[in-house]
């Protein structure tokens, strides 16, 4: 960082690995080389109150190269343009930008693009309004507005998160709807929509929100000059504006045709209070949402990404239910099903995908079972780091995810980077930086509900009588609420009710005869389920191996997709492929069934 006439100048080198190509091209990785220089309004960041609000580079370095890797079919002279635009939306501070973007394997042409910006020289609009100096994030002020997002162009999660992060600029994100994939209306030859609903608190007047709005979406890419209905990389708008009623030439509000669009009444659905009137209809969303046609083209999905592209997990009630492969590197597994011979795993791995229909495995390096012992974090990382770098380099892994099963925050960061899609944590975050870790590699986390320890959980299965998965669901939303005050996204949250963990023999029981009131009594997140080969399985069956459990484990397979599980997590991945398929059939709508 060097200093001058006011500003400091941060420069960047990095090489990052990522897909380029024209849309009609075979995509390909290559690798990039970046050099950014930002120039920093150096007297305004110590105008700042407090050092917190001075720029962290290495959080910004760090979305600037996932944002990169997430852009799709994109030349050079494209990528170099978002890299700016990116920047400059990251920070008001950032006046000045240098962009230079070479491929290094491009000999014929020594392919290099550079670009240098200035904030005033961009094709923007003027700079956001903000919100006046008595605007307080933290007090009650400023007026309750609800705004509908979406996007169908390029990494269409990131294209709402960045423009969730641009909006927190004047004013407060209070609360996010699921994720929902949507069929577009009106003009329906174009790609799936992501929609999401957003409660949001303002001080600014409808006409000045709405401008910011325009700056944010331009910024980003958005051509505003594009005919209606057409693919677009972010679309704000303003749906609710308090209880006001708005008539402009350039803003209706209530926005004129959101009570016949479910992909924005349903998403709505899970912010706005039950007894919320819709300001000239006179009716709750619930009831104009019953008054549209049935909405099968609107379900919720959970976002990751696998090879540098976005992927959709639909964990809808009515879709079928995902089968995860379990896959333990430890030698005292409960099962019996440890292996650190990584040759034999991978082996093992792909004889269950060509017969079965695996969606994701699932790796972990230490043993849960009661009274295990801990694992250090080096013994840990060199048990499944290995592991996960061998599975990523092989081709039937393209469309399979991974999930790292751990409660370590450096084992989770460690494994996201080597190539794995989303957190598993039986503790539910119960180190203090795995949220943290979920929110910076925007990756889903599993959020499962346990009592102790591995050492002090089989002491700990006192539960109301009568109120077992009651309260179980209630000790867990206390870890996802936590979660989602910390900024972790709804659409990121996967629960687990936490079967064999901390319950005996009638809590297990309970749980799996309830488990359809589970996604009731959690806000509706969809939740995996976890049986296989569980203890309270060997004493109703008289087994006493994991090993010899298989056929227990099937019935409660089966109940679990009969009480709307998502996620079905399984050691004997043949047979229960084989319960899923039926399960599925007569549970959920099975498209080549129905």
């Known amino acids: 960082i060097l200093s001058t006439m006011g500003y400091s ?15 009609h091209q075979h995509d390909f990785l290559t690798q990039i080389l970046l050099v950014l220089k930002m120039h920093v309004d150096f007297d305004k960041i110590w105008e700042e109150d407090h050092i917190n609000h001075t720029i962290d580079y290495n959080v ?42 070479r491929n290094p394997l491009d000999v014929a042409y020594d392919a290099i693009v550079s670009v240098k910006r200035s904030r005033n020289e961009m ?51 209070e609360k996010l709807s699921f994720m929902y994939e949507t069929v577009p209306r009106y003009n329906e030859d174009q790609p799936l929509f992501l929609n999401i609903a957003c409660k949001y608190r303002t001080s600014l007047t409808a006409e000045n929100l709405l401008k910011n709005i325009k700056i944010i979406e331009q910024s980003m890419g958005r051509n505003l000059l594009a005919e209606r209905n057409t693919p677009r990389l972010i679309d704000i708008d303003i749906l609710l504006f308090g209880e006001e009623e708005i008539l402009l030439s350039t803003l209706v509000v209530p926005h004129p045709q959101m009570h016949e669009r479910d992909f924005v009444i349903g998403p709505l659905l899970d912010i706005v209070p ?77 004889s269950h995908t060509l017969v079965s229909n695996v969606s ?30 061998r599975l990523r380099e092989l081709e039937w892994m393209n469309n399979i995810l991974i999930s790292i099963d751990t409660s370590k925050s450096e084992i989770a960061k460690a494994a996201i980077e080597a190539g794995a899609n989303i957190i598993n944590d ?8 795995m949220l943290d870790i979920a929110i910076e590699y925007n990756v889903p986390i599993i959020l499962m ?56 023999l009638k809590e297990n029981l309970s749980v799996l005869k309830n488990l359809s009131s589970w996604r009731l009594l959690t806000k509706d997140f969809p939740y995996l389920s976890g049986p296989s080969r569980k203890g309270f399985i060997g004493i109703l069956t008289d087994k006493k191996a994991g090993k010899d459990r298989v056929f227990g484990t099937t019935a409660t397979v089966a109940a679990s997709v009969q009480g709307g599980c998502s996620i079905i997590r399984v050691h004997d991945v043949k047979e229960m492929d084989q319960v899923l398929k039926v399960s599925n059939a007569i549970y959920r709508n099975t498209p080549e069934i129905m």
């Open 426 to 433: 039986i503790t539910a975050g119960s180190d203090p930086n």
């Open 360 to 389: 994701i495995i699932d790796i972990g390096g230490e043993s849960t079972k009661p009274g295990a012992e801990l694992v250090p974090v080096e013994e840990e990382l060199d048990r499944v780091i290995p592991l996960i770098l």
């Open 60 to 101: 910004l370095c760090t979305r600037l190269v996932s944002y990169i890797k997430q852009l799709h079919s994109k030349t050079i002279e494209y990528m170099t343009g978002r890299v700016v635009q990116f920047v400059f939306m990251h920070d008001p501070r950032i006046q000045k930008v240098e962009v230079s973007i």
């Open 123 to 173: 094709v923007l609009p003027p700079d956001l309004v903000l919100c006046p100096n008595d605007f307080n994030q933290d007090d009650l002020t400023g007026e309750t507005v609800y705004l509908g997002l979406g996007s169908n162009i390029d990494n269409k999660a990131m294209n709402i998160r960045v423009a969730l992060e641009a909006l927190a600029e004047f004013g407060v994100v």
């Open 9 to 23: 100048v941060i420069s960047i080198n990095r090489t990052i690995s990522c897909v380029l190509g024209a849309p």
């Open 274 to 350: 039950p007894d919320l009137l819709h300001p000239t209809k006179k009716k709750t969303f619930f009831e104009l949402y019953q008054e549209l046609d049935e909405c099968p083209d609107i379900r919720p999905v959970v976002p990751t990404m696998l090879n540098l592209r976005e992927i959709y997990m639909n964990l809808d009630t009515n879709s079928p239910c995902l089968l995860m492969s379990i896959v333990n590197t430890t030698p005292d597994s409960f099962s019996g099903d440890g292996c650190s011979d990584i040759d034999a795993i991978v082996e093992k791995l792909h």
């Open 449 to 504: 509900h346990s009592r102790g320890n591995a050492k002090t959980m089989t002491k700990l299965k006192d539960y109301p009588s009568g109120k077992i998965i009651e309260t179980v669901a209630q000790e867990l939303m206390k870890k996802v609420d936590e979660a989602l005050r910390r900024g972790v996204y709804p659409w990121q949250i996967i629960t687990d009710p936490g079967i064999g963990f901390a319950k005996g």
